[in-house]
Structure formats: C-alpha cells, structure tokens
C-alpha cells in the first residue's frame, strides 16, 4: 500500500524501533507513548482495519496474539497489560493499517 504509513515502515521507509520481526509480523514501539511500555503489533499484510479481516487471516491474527505474548514476557509485563485495538473512524483509529497497541509497565486507568 503506497500511501499506508505503516507499510512505509514495515519496508523500511520510515524508521522504527523495532521490539520484534518475523515474515508476518512486526512490533516497534509507538511515537507518542501513553504508557511505559507501548508497542504497536502489526501484521506484515495491509489489512486496513479489524472490520477487514477475512476468514483467510484467522492464523495470522492469532498468530498476532501468541507474539504479543511473547513481547509481554519480554518487556517484563508479569503483573499484566492492556491490548487495544481502535477500529475504524468511530473506534478511533488513525492509521488505517490494523495494528494492536500493548500497554504495560504501570497500573492502567479506563483511559489509559
Ligand atoms: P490508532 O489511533 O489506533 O490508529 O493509533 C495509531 C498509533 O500510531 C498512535 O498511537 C501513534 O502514536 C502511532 N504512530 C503514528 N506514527 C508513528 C510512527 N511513525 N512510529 C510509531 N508510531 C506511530
Ligand atoms: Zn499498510
């Protein structure tokens, strides 16, 4: 997707720290924190948003969930972590490229 601010990031047109890569997926960290740890999960595929997934992306999506995991116990989440996904204008999401935000590292309010 040429104009997808993510996919620039994902093939390396803009920079991003990175926390984890495979050939699905990546995880770098988020450009305005909300918290100590805030991660962005996205899959490698341009799916625009959660009400885009299709039955053919069930493993990937899942797939998604056991890495957050992975990154969780990495970034030492042991005590716990919020997993967001906005989804779609109402849901108030901004970049229009499905992504999981994981939030960690102190005790979260409703909002954050
Ligand atoms: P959402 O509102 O769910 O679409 O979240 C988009 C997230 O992307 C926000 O938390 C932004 O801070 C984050 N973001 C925007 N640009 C970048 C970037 N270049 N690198 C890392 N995170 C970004
Ligand atoms: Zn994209």
């Known amino acids: 997707m040429r104009d997808c601010l993510f996919c620039k990031i994902i093939n390396g047109e803009i920079p991003s720290e990175k926390v984890y890569e495979d ?26 948003s959660a009400m885009e997934i299709k039955e053919n992306d069930e493993s990937l999506i899942g797939k998604i969930f056991t890495v957050i995991a992975k990154i969780a116990k990495e ?23 499905l992504h999981f935000h994981l939030l960690g590292g102190k005790k979260l309010s409703i909002d954050i």
């Open 23 to 48: 050939d699905e997926i990546l995880a770098f960290k988020d450009i305005n924190p909300k918290a100590p740890v805030h991660i962005l999960i996205i899959p490698k595929k341009h799916i625009s």
């Open 75 to 97: 970034q030492k989440l042991d005590n716990g972590y919020r997993i967001i996904n906005n989804c779609g204008e109402d849901g108030g999401q901004e970049v229009m490229h």
